[in-house]
């Protein structure tokens, strides 16, 4: 990467460039990154949903996270090996049921 855009130092989790996501602010996207198979990857276990829209998880306690993200990222790979989209599935959860 650093030829492609000069940069010295690129932060990275299994040779994958981390996406824009903080982990700092959601402790669950942190735990995916450092455990899914894809590196990081924020779609392999989407924490952010359960941290931040239905709080069954405080975002910013470590508590809880491991879980969350384990059954998280077995959620996803079930969605990715029956060929359904994740981000149509994510949209559902961030919208209210009218």
């Given at each position: 990467?650093?030829?492609?855009?000069?940069?010295?130092?690129?932060?990275?989790?299994?040779?994958?460039?981390?996406?824009?996501?903080?982990?700092?602010?959601?402790?669950g996207t942190g735990v995916t990154y450092a455990t899914?198979?894809?590196?990081?990857?924020?779609?392999?276990?989407?924490?952010?949903?359960?941290?931040?829209?239905?709080?069954?998880?405080?975002?910013?306690?470590?508590?809880?996270?491991?879980?969350?993200?384990?059954?998280?990222?077995?959620?996803?790979?079930?969605?990715?090996?029956?060929g359904m989209c994740l981000v149509r599935v994510k949209?559902?959860?961030?919208?209210?049921?009218?």
């Amino acid at each position: 990467m650093d030829d492609n855009v000069g940069a010295e130092r690129v932060a990275v989790a299994k040779d994958q460039a981390l996406p824009g996501d903080d982990p700092c602010a959601v402790q669950g996207t942190g735990v995916t990154y450092a455990t899914s198979v894809q590196g990081a990857d924020h779609t392999a276990g989407y924490t952010i949903a359960a941290n931040i829209l239905t709080g069954a998880v405080n975002p910013l306690k470590s508590e809880g996270q491991s879980y969350l993200s384990h059954n998280l990222q077995i959620f996803s790979a079930a969605l990715n090996a029956s060929g359904m989209c994740l981000v149509r599935v994510k949209s559902k959860w961030n919208c209210p049921v009218s």
